[in-house]
């Protein structure tokens, strides 16, 4: 049942015009941004030779791409959950799957797994493109894996974050606004806390990113990703079995 | 006087003994009788005390309802009378302030999975992915519905036979007509062969013909499932309902077999048109006419007890007496005047202005 919904929901988001629009574009600033990336390398390469340590290619290219994607992420995953079960109230279409003999748990599985899958298809030709750089040379694959696997794990805490506010509203450009102020309000208040040992830290989904961004993984970090997730996906099944049209 | 007694003894055992055979029999088939009964209407879907209230404002109060197969039951009712949040409440889409459902013998509220296999729910709006063609989206209904994969196709194939729909099948459902689509609606809706169907004000938006159609459907639906509809045309009760229940401010105010209510607005009379009309004295004294009144000078309204209709003693007068007939229109109160007497009456009652 949740392979259905999640199967309908990637047919809906193919099936418009404005997904290949975003798609295109995206693509663009990837392949800019990752041009960029490799351009600059090879223009400091003589330095780094100089250096007793050198970051690799990966370390200079890989890095900061998945940095700005995580970032990028941020403003784009409301714009996907929005929809996810705002649209559905507003159009009126909940009601088939309320009525059908599936539960809320269900529901929401559904079309947050529907929405992981067209958001990490998205984000595939990242890793492509890097790894069109094996060709030429040597690339820390350990490092790619965790900044891959902490995408995935931020991804699904966004869509969870975003997937609560659809369910609040039957306006999806609410559900978007609530969730992008959210994930910025965390993203801010990681950066404003001056102090290292500041709790607010702790409170940011990019914060936690960070480590698996360099390489680093943390259970504490992965844990937090799984809590918030499983947490806000509760709260948004027992939101949709309020079913306050 | 002791053989007698002896042989009116025996007499007695043997009356006795018949008595039980018989008293067994009867039994027999009462039991077995009723067992049939049961077995040919079967409660489908039964509603108890249900109540809703959205803050406040109690929306529903206190209704029951029962429905069993092969019964079409049309609700009646104005606008925001309530019955869609009725319909919502029994078909699982908003849990009721009180009150129980129970689907098949299932109960809704505890074992909701389980009783909405045997619900098909068409509500208000239709509920169409927009973007998926007609075949695509009612696969994906059937399969929402819980139906083996392999039974799918002929599902679907037959479902679109059924409502009309193998023309358009291919179709992307945003670009069918508003009759098409609420044909899609009624497709998903009963794909997967429930007990219960229940239908949100099925022909609204729709043309004539398809209207025809649509209830020819439904009334074959009601031969197999039950089928509850909502309405607040007339005509659609008349025509398709066996039952109606009229609802009014959240209560259900009035019950009735469909017939039973059209009973309920005949009134045995008739308007007469004569061009060289008799004093009304005269018309008064035909046999079995209660009260004629003038409408204009060559307009009568006549009205009769049920038993004897004086319109053929009429005619035979109006042709000897040269009253030069020229129209004779049997009075009929229409169902819309009944269903207004029905809830004017309530509102009379209950003292709340409509």
Known sequence: MIRLLAMRELRSLFSQPSTWFILALLQFVFAWFFLGRTETFLEIQPQLTQLANPPGVTAVVAVPLFNTLALLLMMLTPLFTMRLIAEERRNQTFALLLSAPISSAHIVLGKCLGLLIFLLLMMATVPLMLWSLAIGTHLDQGLIFSNLLGLALLTTSYIAIGAYFSALTAQPIIAAISALITLVGLWLADMLATSATSPWHMLSPLYHFQNFNSGLLDNRDAAFFVLLSATLLILTVRKVQQRVD | ?354
């Open chain 2, 1 to 354: 006087m002791s053989r007698e007694g002896a042989l009116s003894a025996d007499a007695r055992t043997l009356f006795d003994t018949s008595l039980h055979i018989r008293l067994y029999f009867t039994l027999f088939f009462i039991i077995h009788s009723g067992a049939l009964i049961l077995a040919n209407s079967e409660v489908t879907l039964s509603a108890r005390n249900l109540t809703r209230r959205f803050g406040n404002q109690e929306v529903i109060h206190d209704l029951s309802l029962e429905l069993r197969r092969g019964e079409v039951l049309g609700l009646l009712g104005h606008n925001g009378a309530g019955k869609s949040t009725t319909l919502k409440m029994l078909t699982g889409c908003l849990p009721p302030s009180g009150g129980g459902i129970t689907v098949c013998g299932v109960d809704l509220l505890k074992n909701s999975c389980q009783a909405k296999q045997h619900i098909g729910y068409l509500p208000e709006t239709p509920p169409l992915y927009r973007e998926l063609s007609v075949h695509d989206f009612l696969t994906f209904a059937a399969k929402l519905r819980g139906m083996a994969a392999k039974e799918v196709p002929a599902a679907v194939t037959e479902t679109q036979q059924r409502c009309g729909l193998e023309s358009v099948s291919r179709k992307l459902i945003a670009t069918l007509s508003k009759g098409y689509q609420q044909r899609v609606g009624i497709a998903q809706a009963i794909i997967h062969r429930p007990a219960v169907i229940v239908l949100d004000e099925p022909t609204v938006g729709l043309d004539p013909a398809q209207i025809r159609d649509i209830r020819a459907l439904i009334r074959e639906l009601g031969n197999s499932s039950s089928v509850i509809l909502s309405t607040h045309l007339l005509s659609e009760v008349e025509n398709v309902c066996d039952r109606v229940e009229i609802m009014q401010r959240g209560k259900l105010i009035y019950s009735d077999s469909s017939a039973g209510m059209k009973h309920y607005k005949d009134v045995s009379g008739f308007t007469l048109t004569l061009r060289n009309p008799p004093p009304l004295a005269e018309l008064a004294s035909i046999a079995g006419v209660q009260h004629v009144e003038a409408i204009s000078a060559t307009q009568f309204r006549i009205l009769h007890t049920a038993e004897t209709n004086p319109s053929s003693a009429l005619l035979t007068l109006a042709t000897q007496n040269n009253w030069q007939l020229e129209q004779l229109t049997p009075l009929h109160t229409s169902l819309e005047e009944v269903f207004m007497k029905i809830t004017d009456a309530e509102s009379a009652l209950t003292g709340v202005a409509r």
